[in-house]
Structure formats: C-alpha cells, structure tokens
C-alpha cells in the first residue's frame, strides 16, 4: 500500500500555493506509506530558474559547508556558471544550458550520486521519514510553480532508501508515481537492459518508469506510451505520470488499487483517496470520478 498524490494548476493565481496545497496532499497520504516519499515540482523559481537546465542529486556526501566546491566542480566540467543549493538531502543544481549538458557534467564530478530528476522547470526530492516531516524539512510550504505530483511508500518490492523512493523521474521532465506491484518487472528490466537501458534500483516502479521514458524517447505519446504499458506489465496498478506540460493517469484492467480524480476550471487533481483532495479551493464544486480501468486520462498545460 502507498499513497500517490498529483495537482495541475491551470489558474496562474494559485501558483503561488503549489507547494502548500501538494503538502497537503502528500500529509494526508502518510498513513498509506511512512517509510519514506518524494515529491516532484515544476516551475519553482527557486529550485528551478526558468530558463535553465536543472538536475537533483542523492547521496552525494556534499554537506553546506562544500556547495561552493561543488558548485565550482560542476561549472568547470560544463564550461560555465552552475547555481548549487540544499534542500534537505538534495543538491539542486541549474545552469543556463539544457538539462541534459548539465546532467552530463554532473555525472562527471559526481559518479556514484543517484540523480533524482533532471529537466527545465523541475526539481525532484526524495528522502526517507514520515512524510508529514519531509514536507517541513523540504520547505515545500513556500514552493510554487504550476504542477506537482507525491508519493508515500510503504517498501514492498525493495529496500527503503532514497533509490527506492518515487518518483521515478528517469526522462528529461519526465516523472512516475505508482501504487501497486508489477509482477513481470525483471524480465521487462532484463529486456530493457538488452537494449541499453540502465537502472539504479531494484524496484519494480523503476522498471515502469525506464519502460515509458524508452517509449517517450522513441517519439510516442504518453497516452500510446501507457496504454503500451497496459499491454505489457503484469500486476495491480495505479500510476501518475507526468511531464513540463502535462499529466497522465492509468489504472490496470481490474482497478483495484484505489484512486480519484477531481477537475475543476482551476486545477485538475487526483490521490489515493479522497480525502487527499477534500482541503483544495473549490472542491466542493468540482467533477469527482474514479478513473475506468485501462484509460488514460490526460491533461495538457
């Protein structure tokens, strides 16, 4: 059991409350998985500067005290300035060059550090803990932007440590969040190995997300990229994907695993349950459904 969470804003005025209204949701979820969790934001200016390439980084070993060695590490494998700050756990770095330069500077000065997300307008967090406590140690309060999407774990397939957090952000932009297990995820991870794809954990949801990215990257849409998803992956699932611009959710063909979703003029929401959405502007006037099993349901900025 795990608790998934997700807000697309479409009224520019409560971007200023992305983060305060994620939290929110992430809180109300904790008791559906508090072992660990991680959120995904786009469009923060702090974490991430418009315009800029931006990565996040786990288990880099680099403390307060050592962001301006890693921030001048990184600026001289790029060739050019790079911004570095800590939000808890996570070093957040950006530079006014595409993610993936950035990204391929990072992993020169940075090796064995597992990236958390990387792409324009996004910053990925992830830690272990009670929920409710990450959102505070995050600042996530104060964050904005126009979309964000959660996850509370409850470990089944792997260990709890920062690599088997969601979500799983493998693509530029690009994140998913799952609730259920895949039971044909290592002969799905064998054939994506055989094809050049590389994995840093052993969770199944990783398998998903590696599994949609390749589709992605081969010039499908996400809504062709999941249903070939359906078509493949064995198991019980709700999952949440999204990128910069839009956001997509698909439940197995028996639905078991909970899920809503609720749509109004101002945003589109969904959650494990209700109750994820009931604090957000507006609810009690919103369209509220449960999504049909093997649809995708998505939006676009």
């Known amino acids: 059991m795990c608790g998934i969470v997700g807000l697309h804003l479409r009224n520019p005025a409560l971007y200023p409350r992305l983060g305060e209204l994620l939290g929110g949701m992430l809180g109300e979820m904790q008791d559906r998985g508090a072992d660990s969790a991680g959120i995904a934001v786009y469009g923060d200016p702090t974490w991430s500067p418009a315009g800029h390439g931006c990565v996040s980084l786990l288990e880099t070993g680099i403390g307060v ?70 959102v505070e140690n995050w600042g996530l309060a104060g964050a904005s932007g126009w979309q964000g999407v959660g996850h509370t774990r409850m470990a089944t397939e792997s260990a709890v440590t920062p690599s088997g957090c969601h979500p799983y952000a493998v693509g530029p932009e690009q994140c998913l969040v799952h609730n259920g297990s895949f039971s044909n995820h290592a002969t799905i991870r064998r054939e994506l190995r055989a094809v050049g794809v590389e994995f840093d954990s052993q969770n199944d949801t990783e398998v998903g997300a590696r599994f949609v990215a390749h589709q992605l990257a081969q010039g499908k849409d996400i809504e062709t990229a ?18 910069r611009d839009s956001f997509a959710v698909v439940r197995d063909a028996i639905a078991c695993k909970p899920a809503v979703i609720a749509e109004t003029d101002d945003w589109v929401a969904m959650a494990s ?15 509220i459904w449960e999504p049909e099993p093997e649809v995708v349901y998505a939006w676009t900025r």
């Open 226 to 243: 999941l249903k070939e998803l359906c078509a493949t992956f064995d198991g019980f699932y709700t999952l949440l994907v999204s990128n």
């Open 273 to 287: 349950e209700y109750r994820a959405l009931a604090h957000l502007p507006g609810v009690e006037n919103a369209r």
């Open 65 to 134: 005290e050592g962001l301006g060695e890693a921030a001048a590490a990184v600026s001289g494998a790029l060739g050019g300035e790079v911004a570095a700050q800590l939000v808890d756990d996570t070093l957040q770095l950006s530079a006014q060059v595409t993610a993936e330069e950035l990204l391929a500077a990072t992993k020169g000065v940075f090796p064995q550090a597992l990236v958390a997300g990387f792409g324009e307008d996004l910053a990925v967090l992830k830690g272990v803990g009670a929920p409710r406590d990450l």
